[in-house]
């Protein structure tokens, strides 16, 4: 479920699949769970703090989402507001103009074809670097009273949760780094067209599927398949098991002795050794163009 992707959604979505695309994305299993979470999230169902013990509510908000969920609902704006409210999305979205739940992720969505899986991965690769990189601040009052294992009030309480589910930078300190930021060295692969290069050799690792080799003839003015005992081992039988064949290349010690050879099976080890090792090769060379440009 994590890794399922929901945005961008398609374009003629309606509304009730937004709001299905929603729910999923915050790993809310159903619309009784969505309407319990809109029920104790939203202020204006529960400023009281009563329960809502015989559920009328709660049964009320999930009738309300199974109708919107239907093709051709007409939301009032009062739901649609609450909608955004909860989800913490845009009105623009829910009514079908952008296809992601922000204009903000729209926009670097169309920029650069991240989805929103990406751009949220991005941004933990961010507050990584935060917190990699300074310390949480307490109040000193709160400190010493969490030190000494004191009660907390309600209010202290609030503040310790706010603390330590900060995303905002507002109690954390920033320290020197002496190592290079996460962002900066994606900026950096980014910008050097390093990037580019990994991902083509990751397509070739994940998608090996030139394996058989051919050669060019001249006389046909094509590639051929020389389809011969020296081209290919054949499949192995060992009991009930058939162990696939693999196809041969041969090299030769120089053009002039060509029945001087040996050959290179080719296995599935060996196309993946020789991706890995090209990979291997790109992350030497920025390496060594890197520490050019940021050496001490």
Do not use: W
């Amino acid at each position: 479920m994590k890794n399922a992707f929901y945005f961008p959604v398609p374009h003629n979505a309606t509304f009730g699949e937004r709001i299905t695309a929603l729910r999923k994305s915050r790993e809310i299993n159903s619309v009784q769970g969505l309407a319990e979470e809109i029920f104790e999230q939203l202020e204006k169902y529960n400023k009281t703090g009563i329960p809502d013990t015989d559920n009328a509510t709660i049964e009320g908000i999930r009738k309300r989402i199974a109708s919107h969920l239907k093709p051709n609902c007409n939301p009032k704006m009062e739901f649609i507001k609450e909608y955004c409210d909860f989800f913490q999305c845009e009105a623009d979205f829910l009514l079908g103009y952008i296809d992601f739940p922000t204009h903000k992720t729209q926009n670097v969505y169309e920029a650069t074809g991240l989805n929103e899986k990406a751009l949220h991965e991005l941004n933990m690769i961010q507050l990584t670097d935060r917190n990699e990189n300074s310390i949480t601040l307490f109040p000193s009052e709160l400190f010493a009273k969490m030190n000494s294992n004191g009660e907390l009030t309600l209010e202290e309480q609030k503040q310790m949760e706010e603390i330590f589910f900060d995303t905002s930078g507002k109690y954390m300190h920033p320290l020197d780094s002496h190592r290079p930021l996460l962002m900066d060295l994606l900026n950096y692969m980014l910008a050097s067209g390093n990037i580019e290069k990994i991902i083509i050799q990751f397509r070739n690792f994940v998608n090996a599927r030139f394996k058989v080799p051919v050669y060019y003839d001249n006389d046909k003015n094509s590639f051929i398949y020389p389809n011969n005992d020296y081209s290919y081992t054949g499949d192995i039988k060992h009991g009930d098991k058939i162990h696939k064949g693999n196809y041969i290349l041969n090299f030769a010690s120089s053009p002039d002795n060509p029945n001087d050879n040996a050959p290179i099976y080719l296995s599935d080890t060996f196309f993946d050794t020789v991706t890995l090792k090209d990979i291997e090769k790109i992350f030497y060379e920025m390496r060594t163009d890197y520490e050019k440009g940021h050496g001490d």
